[in-house]
Structures are given as C-alpha cells and as structure tokens.
C-alpha cells in the first residue's frame, strides 16, 4: 500500500467515525423522548445538550484529523520522495523534514542507510580500481620487460594470429606493414617450416600431456616473405581456459649471419672437392715418377707438367679458403634432438591428405637434424616413390645404424634406379628456398638409395640421418632430486612468523594447498592420500607450477570416503609415501606462506608426518574459511561451494586436490582485493583475520 | 692378362693411373664420361672398372647400378672413387653394387694393393 492510499484509508475511517458518533448521539435523542415524553420541559435541554455533544465530537474528530495530517501524513510524503532521491541520484542526501513530526527515528534511519550504502559504492569503486591499476601495472611491467629484449617476440594464438609483438619483432621483419595484431604470422613468414615445428609440438604433446618443459619448443631456420632468413624458436605455451594464447615465437634476424655461412659452407665445400682431385693426381705423378724411373721422357714431362699445374691449383685455391675462413667467426647450426615417432606421426598425418598411408614399423629412435629439412625430406621421398610406383602403401622403418639413423621406405615394387633419384635431386624444396633437394640432402648430411628388399618382390629407400645421443642417454627426469631439510627448533617458528608481519600481501608469494585423506582423524590413523598446491605470485597464480601427487598411505581405503574424492587402493598402488611427498613438498612450498580452505585440518595431517619426513613447515597459515567468516559476516554459509557462489568462482574438479586448491586459490585472490578495500594489507592483519 | 677399365673425368687422374696399372702387367682401357663407361663395359667386358662418382650427366652410382643390372656383367669388379668422404656415401655406393671404395686423395700403393687383392679373388674362385 503506498503513503496517499494509506492517508486516504486513515481519512475514510476518520469520516466514518464521525458520522457514526453523530448517528449514535441522535439516537439516544430519540430514545430518551420515547421514555421521557411525560416531561416536555426537559425536551428542549436535552435536544441542547445532545446537539452541543455532536459538535463537540465533531470538533475533536477535525482537530485530530488536522493534527495527523501535519505530523504524520505529510511528513512521511516527504520523507518517501526524499527516500526515492537517496535511492536513486544521491545517496549522499541530506533529508530535510519541516517542523516536528511524528515518525521518531525513521528518517535517521532512512538518512543512515544513504550513508551505508554511498560508502559501500564508493568502497566498490575504489576496490574496482585498486584491480584495474593493479592488472595495468602488471601488463605495463610485462610489455616493458618484452619490448626490451633483443630477441623478437610474437605471441599467436590456434589460427596463428598475432595476439602481441615486441619492437625488435617489428625490426626483425624490416618494418613490413602486415605485422599487426589479429593478422596471420603467415603474412610475415613462409607458413611450412612454422606449420612443420607446430604439427610437431602438438604431436609430442599429445604423447607427453604432461611433458618436459625442454620438449616444448623447436628451433629451425625459416625465411619470412621479404626473403631474409632468420632464425626461430617456436614454444607451445601451456593450455590456459579462456586464454586464445597459443604458443610463442621468437626470432632473430640472421640474414647476414645466415649468407655469410652459407657463402663459407659453399666455399669450404666446393674447395674440398675440387682439391681432391689435383692432391689425388698430384701424389700419384709424384709416386709414378718415383716407381718409374726408366719412363720415356714424353711421359715423364707430361707427368712433371701435372705436377706443376696440380701444385698451383693447391696453392691457389687453398689461399681462397684460408682468407675466407681466418676472417669470418664460426656460425652456429639449428639442429635439434628429436624423436623419430614424431617425425614420422607428422608426415603420415600429412600424407594422409594425399590418400598415401604411411606407417611407422620398428621401435622410433633419436635422430639429430634441422627438423624443418627432415620432415620435409620424408614427406618428399614418400610423394616421389607414390608419383614414381604408383604405390599409396608405404612402411617407414627406423634402424640404428653407427652414427646414423636409417629410415627405410618399404613397398612393393620393385627399386627406384639412382637415374629417377638423380632427378629428385634437382627438385627444388620450395620455390622461395631456393635450395635442391640435394643440397637439403647434403646439408643434413645425408643421402638417399633404392635397393631391392630382401623380400622378393619388395624394395626399399634408405635415407640415413645422423643418430643423436639422446639415444644412450636416459631422459631427463621430470623433477630434479631435492635436499633433504633437517628439522627446525619449535622458537624459529615464531621469530620467522614475527619477521614476517610486516610485509605486504601483495608482496608475498603463496602456496595454496589442499590435501585429500582416508578420514578426518588423523590421530586414529587416517592418512592423506592425494596432495597438492598451487602457487600464487604477484597476486596471480602462476599456471605452470603446480603440485599434485597421489601418496600410498600403507592402508586400505575405506569405501564411503571414495565417494567423496574418488581415489581407490589401485590408484595409489606403488605412489611414493607421505615422507617423500611431503619433502618434495616442502621443496615446493619454499619460502611461501601456506593458505587453505579450513587450513587447520590439513596442517594437522601435515604436521603429524613432518616429524618423519624430516621437514618442517615453517611459519604461518592463511585460512581462507576465517577470511570468510570475517568478510561476510551476515550469513554462516562459509563451505568452499558457498564462497566459490559468493565471490563469482567457476567452481571445478571439486574434491581432488589440485581442483579444491585452485578454487581456493582463485577465492582468496578475490579476498586479498577485499581485505585490501578494508585496509588489511600486511600479512600479520591477514593472519588475525584468518583466525576468526 | 687381367683387363681394367678407368672411368674418371680428371685426365691427370687417368693419366697417373693408366701408367700405374700398365706397369703392372694390365690391359688398360680409359672413358671420361658415364655414357660412356657403361657402353664401354659392354663391349669390353672388363675384369675391374676403377669408377669416379662425380661426372657429369651420368654419375658412377648410376653407372654401378646399370652395370650390376646387365646379366653378363654382373661379374664385373668395380672400386669406385670419390672426391666425397662421407660415411652415408660409402654406404650408398656399396648398396648399389660396388665391391670397394677409394676415397680421394689416395696412394698408389692403396690402388694397385686393392686392384691386385680383389683380382686375385676372382682368379681363385
């Protein structure tokens, strides 16, 4: 009901109230002359008294009508349009009422609630900044730090789009106009030798999900489209939800580098082949002089004159060589370790294409090359023997031989001569490249014959590529070993915790943790049997560098606790146990100060293996459970799902420990702006906090 | 008389060796090109072709593998001789059929040594 409806409700009862006092009056009139009609006299008196009686009644029922209307119904119209003003175009307002009224202490109320909430916009406000400046500062630092490399660097994203570039990017590619954001990589550079190192990547990552971080980029030598070479690296950045960054590509500008090797590597080999030649011829006149002595001297002067020319030629050409050599700087090579099962899963997907099946027999094995000439060469060799035999059925097989690697062709048909492999060499590797497929050959140091298989009716290509060491050396573990910590005095916890008060939240760096378990007691034998953590540096979590292990808690796992994590016996079968965990762990967490949701209940299972792990975690605990008690006081919903809803967190992979940890983790981002807004800023606030 | 064919196309090379294997007791029959070689083989039919790789037009591996495909010549011996020094080429030649392989620069004493050791194989076969 709204305030005139209300005042009209009050004015009808009022009204209705009169009349009937009057009807009620005029009735006892009536009455008493029914009864009292023997005395006329007092007739008269009693119509005065009874009319006089009405007036007055009807007086007081105005008066009151005029009191209520001035003290109450006007001053709450007033009180709602001014209402409506703080609501909605200033909540700062002043509430002006005139006079006195009657409504107490609604309109401080009213004036109050205009306070809480302009302060609560305006704490919005702040707060919306406070991340804003602090997201612009952290991109500013960023791009400054990219724009000071040396090295260009382009950011792409699936399409190879360019989602960022650096200015020795734009130098690297002569200021060419097609370096821009949202346009294609492939605008600047030939797409092959980038689509051949991303197919890769892609395929190794689809074996290793986990991978190596060495196993993710390439080097190779690629020309961009004004004809320089320059010399790249191709990264696949890690997949990020909601991040179209794709992978990275870095490069330098060799053209002058890369002619000056290519002019010396021409040179070095042309002149080791030609002196073979005079040296051969000139070392056998020489003995043939020797071994001869009774030659005719037709022949011996025809002997002495090759001496002559041969020494000269020598002479001559080594003079070239050795100028070019002492004053040019040795280059560098792109080769590359890489695994012969990508290689080859690479070129059959392309081949694919072409309705060819190519597929890989024998156990894969290392090989080392300039993987952009490699793949191109195996593709090559596969489209030749289909366009020579007409066979689409090829098998790959990889051999090792001493120092190479052989990939062996197999088909059936019969050998290709060397005179049709004489004509693959002249092929041209691509049209911009300007390179034969021999020289491709040679500069993998490689070359390629056809033979029949043992196998009648069978043939086999043989292209041997040199062998890497990778083959002999074991791989490199995923995590290197850790130091084992020795214990720490029960005092140091406090003078560290003490030291540490002071600092600025943002300045920490933390470890966002969460452990999964058997149970909820840890003293009647309950074990953790998945942990893991999350790292937040510079108020951000850092993708790349999580921890997530299952741990074999030398115990049964009771059934009704499986529905909750989802972790059986057979899971953490053979996992190492809590001792080694917990020292990678710790290893893990450093100098960073722990957080976690009910932090108290993990940090008591913690803290019961420490002792035989032989580690300690030192300092305090962030709970992100008391930081909710604290900043949301109006509601006792404080679950990690509740938070999650509350703060606008996608919540995923809920009940494993990596999954609950980067909740938290991305709550108590949220959190740290929060209490920034209410200005707990150190760590020793956050901790008092916490506690709540 | 053992009878040896030289396919090189450097003349000092072919000169130092004809002279070589004249002196030991050889008939000597010299080509410059691959064509050639391989019509030569034929209508020769030679004991031993001391064979260069690099030539132009038709190259040794290519003239190796023509001659092991011919019937009557696959008894043939043949040392090829190359200016290149590489492992995967040693391999590629002796893949298409040829018995021994010199790398340039060579000796004498290597040559004749080779020549004589496969030759006198073939007698006592």
Known sequence: MNLTAARRTVFLYLAAGGIFLSAAIVSCAYLLILFQAAN????????????????????????????????????????????????????????????????????????????????????????????????????????????TLREGIIVCDERARIMFYNAAARAVFHENASLGLGRSLYLLCMAAPIENALALLRQRRTRHPEGHDTENDISFMCSTLQGALINCRIHLL??????????????????????????????????????????????????????????????????????????????????????????????????????????????????????????????????????????????????????????????????????????????????????????WMSSFREPSAAHTVAEVLEHIGSEVWSKPHQTPGFAVLCFPVPSSTSQWEPPTPLLPARPVYTDFVADEDAVETASLKDLSLDSIS????????????????????????????????????????????????????????????????????????????????????????????????????????????????????????????????????????????????????????????????????LLKTQGIATLGQAMEVSRQ | MHRILIVDDEPNIVLALELLMKKEGYEVHTVDDGDRAVQAAKELRPDLILLDIMMPKMDGYEVCQRIRSDALLKDVSIIMLTAKGREVEREKGLALGADHYITKPFSTRQVVMKVKEILAARSSQ
């Open chain 1, 40 to 147: 006329p006299v007092r007739h008269t008196a009693i119509y005065f008294a009874l009319a006089l009686t009405a007036c007055i009644a009807s007086a007081i029922i105005f008066v009151l009508f005029i009191i209520l209307r001035t003290l109450v119904f006007r001053p709450l119209e007033i009180l709602g349009r001014e209402a409506r003003i703080i609501a909605s175009i200033n909540p700062g307002h002043v509430i002006e009422l005139p006079g006195n009224h009657l409504l107490g202490e609604l309109p401080k109320a009213i004036s109050d609630l205009g306070e809480a909430f302009m302060r609560a916009k305006r704490e919005t406000a702040e707060a919306a900044s406070v991340i804003s400046s602090d997201i612009e500062n952290s991109k500013i630092h960023l791009e400054t730090i990219l724009m």
């Open chain 1, 238 to 423: 890690p997949i990020v939800p909601g991040v179209s960054w794709s992978f990275l590509f870095t490069c330098e500008d060799l053209s002058r580098e890369a002619d000056a090797r290519e002019r010396r590597e021409n040179l070095l080999r042309m002149t080791i082949k030609s002196m073979r030649g005079p040296l051969t011829s000139l070392g056998l006149s020489v003995e043939s002089l020797e071994m001869l002595p009774d030659l005719d001297a037709v022949n011996r002067a025809a002997l002495e004159r090759t001496i002559v020319s041969d020494a000269r030629s020598l002479i001559g050409q080594f003079t070239v060589l050795a100028r070019e050599i002492q004053e040019r700087e040795s280059p560098r090579y792109v080769v590359n370790d890489v695994f012969s099962e990508d290689l080859v899963a690479c070129v059959a997907r392309r081949l694919e294409e072409r309705k060819i099946r190519l597929t890989m027999i024998g156990a894969p094995l290392w090989v080392k090359a300039d993987i952009h000439s490699l793949l191109f060469m195996l593709e090559f060799f596969a489209l030749k023997l289909h366009e020579y035999s007409g066979v689409d059925v090829l098998e790959l097989e990889t051999l090792l031989g001493d120092r190479h690697v052989y990939f062996n062709y197999y088909w059936e048909g019969v050998e290709v001569p060397q005179a049709e492999i004489g004509k």
């Open chain 1, 510 to 673: 933390f470890v966002v943790f969460d452990t999964e378990t058997t149970g909820l007691a840890p003293l009647e034998g309950d074990e953790i049997i998945s942990l893991a953590g999350v790292k937040i540096v510079n108020m951000g979590i850092i993708v790349g560098e999580t921890f997530d292990r299952l741990v074999d808690p030398r115990r049964s796992i009771p059934q009704p606790s499986i529905r909750f994590h989802g972790i059986t016996d057979a899971m953490v079968r053979g996992k190492p146990h809590i001792e080694e965990t917990l020292r990678a762990f710790h290893a893990f967490v450093g100098d960073s100060v722990l957080v976690g949701h009910n932090a108290a209940f993990d940090m008591r299972f913690l803290r019961i293996k420490e002792g035989r792990a032989g580690v300690r975690f030192r300092g305090p605990a962030l709970d992100t459970l008391g930081m909710s008690r604290y900043l949301h006081d109006h509601t006792p919903e404080h679950s990690l799902d509740a938070v999650a809803k509350r703060l606008g967190v996608e919540v995923r992979d809920r009940h494993t420990a990596l999954g609950d940890s980067l909740i938290t983790a991305q709550i108590f981002i949220k959190m740290l702006y």
